[in-house]
């Protein structure tokens, strides 16, 4: 038996996005997540609003999109032009190894390191940040932020939209197992980040 923490996560998270003002609060997360240590991913609230209201899903998904993007433009402005006052808040939070590995990534990757950090869980702010610092050119920025965030909140959005009213069931039977999956996930994760890069 799994120890249940993630299922009163799950309903609280149902409860607030059925609120009146979830969208606006959708946008404010989608923005800060870009560019504000530490905030979470906006998946968080876009899964639970796609599910309580599948019609809207894709309006929420590019919503999330356009303000995560806003977001990574304000993250890429902090880097470009207040590095210096926030280095020591991203020391002091353990932020600069994840710091001096995007920097690798930029120079091996270029613009495919913003297109990944935008697609996947790695966080994505440090790459808006680090972009402006390095002088990373800005329209290949937006272009890569833009597709790789909607790549994956129209995706997210997707299998919400499609799962509706069952998928809301299978995810609550079955969210603890996900939840602490997902930390074995990350785990591990982070053990090759620091292992291999």
């Known amino acids: 038996m799994t120890l249940k923490i993630f299922q009163p996560m799950f309903e609280k998270a149902m409860l607030w996005s059925r609120h009146r003002h979830a969208p606006a609060y959708l946008g404010g997360l989608s923005f800060a997540e870009s560019c504000v240590l530490p905030f979470p991913p906006p998946d ?34 902090l880097g470009a032009y207040f590095f210096q006052l926030i280095e020591p808040f991203l020391a002091e939070h353990g932020y600069m190894e994840h710091y001096k590995r995007v920097v690798v990534l930029k120079d091996e990757y270029g613009i495919w390191a913003i297109f990944i950090a935008a697609f996947s869980p790695i966080p994505y702010k440090i790459f808006t940040i680090s972009a402006g610092a390095l002088g990373m050119a800005l329209a290949p920025f937006v272009l890569a932020s833009f597709v790789g965030r909607g790549a994956r909140f129209f995706l997210v959005a997707g299998l919400m939209y499609w799962g ?27 053990y090759l980040v620091h292992r291999f890069i």
């Open 44 to 77: 968080v609230m876009l899964a639970p609003m796609s599910l309580a209201n599948p019609p809207r899903a894709w309006r929420f998904a590019l919503l999330t999109t356009i303000f995560s993007v806003l977001g990574g433009l304000f993250g890429y402005v």
């Open 164 to 190: 509706g009213e069952k998928m809301e069931h299978k995810l609550k039977q079955y969210v603890d197992w996900l939840g602490w999956g997902v930390v074995l996930l990350a785990v591990i994760a982070s």
